[in-house]
């Protein structure tokens, strides 16, 4: 059976999330560094291995204060954790274009199971003949589950960073 490689198009690409800021806003932020290959057997995405890895010193949240907190020990440790790797054991069809994909998130030198909701966007040739896939991943994780356990606590009650972390990733993938 023949196999096709994907490869990411990481300037229409995002590895987007969102944290609750004081319990009542969002801070959204991005990692800018980061690759992910598809190898899919046919047309049949449902029997493919899909793997990413991301630089932790990438990260931007607009503020290079918070930035440089998020790659300290307090959070993520970049010099010693100095990526985020997405390996995926499953990748299962609900309906037309809809997917879940699940795999192992390694982050902080700790890797659990993750499950995120996928939206297959479809095949579209571009202006210079390529084959192009996009892909909408969306999901939320316990930070904590990662060993991410800075926060403060508020005046006010409650806590300054919440544990959840939404999940908005954005890919387009180029045909090899």
Do not use: C
Request: hydrophobic share 40%; net charge negative; glycine share 8%.
């Amino acid at each position: 059976m023949s196999t096709t490689k994907w490869v990411i198009d990481p300037t229409h690409s995002e590895i987007g999330f969102k944290v609750k800021h004081m319990m009542f806003t969002n801070v959204s932020g991005k990692f800018s560094k980061f690759d992910a290959t598809i190898e899919a057997e046919d047309s049949n995405l449902e029997n493919s291995k899909i793997e990413f890895t991301g630089a932790i010193d990438s990260i931007t949240t607009g503020n290079a204060d918070r930035d440089t907190h998020l790659l300290s020990a307090d959070f993520f440790d970049a010099t010693q954790f100095p990526e985020i790797k997405f390996s995926a054991t499953s990748f299962t069809k609900i309906n037309e274009g809809e997917y879940v994909l699940v795999g192992d998130l390694t982050l902080h030198g700790i890797t659990k199971s993750v499950e995120l909701a996928a939206e297959y966007g479809g095949l579209m040739k571009d202006p210079w003949g390529n084959t192009k896939m996009a892909l909408e991943l969306e999901g939320k994780i316990n930070r904590k589950d990662w060993g991410l356990n800075w926060n403060s606590a508020l005046e006010t009650g409650g806590v300054l960073v919440s544990e959840e972390v939404r999940l908005n990733i954005e890919l387009q993938f180029l045909q090899q």
